[in-house]
């Protein structure tokens, strides 16, 4: 995606917060949601917005997660259980709490494949 050559080893981004694997998943699926909908459609932006709000509310990732479930790795499921069960700070306003949950450890799946460069297991996890 950025092509970024500092990877982390697996074991240095599993020594990181879950929390903070989704911090950066967040940020990486939402760009991903955005790139995909400027580059496939002609929508103005507000229409954008919209749709990519869908997207990457908790509630659009846990209905995600959901179904890539059966396609993770047993790696991929842990660092994704690990996520869902972690503490986190904040709640969601819209997503109820198993909702949120479920789209904390999706964040911090995407967040690990990002930080570890499987930048292409991003793509098959996503790609339609």
Avoid: C, W
């Amino acid at each position: 995606m950025f092509g970024n050559s500092n990877f982390l080893t697996p074991e240095g981004a599993r020594n990181l917060s879950p929390v903070v694997l989704a911090f950066v998943g967040d940020a990486v699926y939402s760009l991903y949601v955005r790139e995909k909908l400027v580059l496939g459609t002609d929508f103005k932006t507000g229409t954008l917005q919209k749709l990519s709000s869908r997207q990457v509310s908790a509630k659009g990732q846990s209905e995600l997660i959901e179904r890539l479930l059966p396609a993770l790795t047993e790696e991929e499921a842990d660092i994704f259980r690990r996520g869902r069960n972690a503490k986190k700070s904040t709640r969601s306003k819209h997503a109820s709490v198993g909702e949120y949950n479920r789209s904390t450890g999706f964040e911090a799946l995407i967040g690990y494949l990002y930080l570890t460069g499987r930048h292409e297991r991003i793509e098959e996890l996503l790609g339609d």
